[in-house]
């Protein structure tokens, strides 16, 4: 049987990002900082969430989601390398990728891909019966 191939949701956000960045046709300013939300809480105070927040909220689930998928699969995938390798190239090469949240997404796949790769090697490690050596 065929494998399908697991597209990261990190590469959605990268994406939704670019999506965001690439047509800000807001009047107010800069697109993620439009506000999204507006919440009034009991101490009376205002809680606003714009979009460049809730892309970080979304990355955040996503992040938690691609863990759990990493528990799961017996074999990794090169597809988030791939996608952390175009976070970087876009982070370095084009200046509307030059905010916090941007190199935050960043940030966010790189730690998933190391922990990925840790993870594996741990894997491997336990399979081979290489992590009790005993002194």
Known sequence: MKQMVRIPLFLYLFFIYNAIVFAEQTVSGFALETVLYRFSLPSGATLVINIGESLLLVGLVAWYAEWMRLQRAASGSRLPVLVALLFLLEGLLVAKAATAIFYTLLLMDL?????????????????????????
């Open 111 to 135: 730690l998933l891909v190391i922990a990925a790769y840790s993870q594996a090697l741990q894997r491997t490690r336990r399979d081979l019966g290489l992590g009790e050596i005993s002194g």
